[in-house]
């Protein structure tokens, strides 16, 4: 079972920077992706970033040139990087990271962490 554990939220005013770490346990090495989800209130969750196979990157339009996703497979982590924070950043950001393996699917998911962007 794979255990995933993130850090890294808080409070910034706009314009700030936070880094978001995500780490893996439990059988991290054979993950296929990691990525980044966010759930702002009353919406729904959406992807923000992914990193595959240890190189490939996505990141939605909406935080191009201000966020980045990226990883180190010795410690089974990801990170994001943003900058330039704006208040439509404010969410619970999820780490998440897939796998396939018998012929199944496997998504896993952390416990979020806040981050609050003020004007």
């Known amino acids: 079972q794979v255990h995933l554990r993130e850090s890294g939220g808080g409070l910034v005013q706009a314009g700030g920077s936070l880094r978001l770490s995500c780490t893996a346990s439990g059988g991290g090495s054979s993950l296929t992706s990691m990525g980044w989800y966010r759930q702002a209130p009353g919406k729904e969750r959406e992807l923000v970033a992914t990193?595959?196979?240890?190189?490939?990157?996505t990141l939605i339009d909406a935080v191009k040139g201000r966020f980045a996703i990226s990883g180190d497979n010795a410690r089974n982590s990801i990170y994001l990087q943003m900058n330039n924070l704006k208040p439509d950043d404010t969410a619970v950001y999820y780490c998440?990271?897939?796998?396939?393996?018998?012929?199944?699917?496997?998504?896993?998911w952390g416990q979020g962490t806040q981050v609050t962007v003020s004007s």
């Open positions: 998440h990271a897939y796998k396939r393996a018998w012929g199944k699917d496997y998504n896993y």
């Open positions: 990193l595959s196979n240890g190189r490939s990157t």
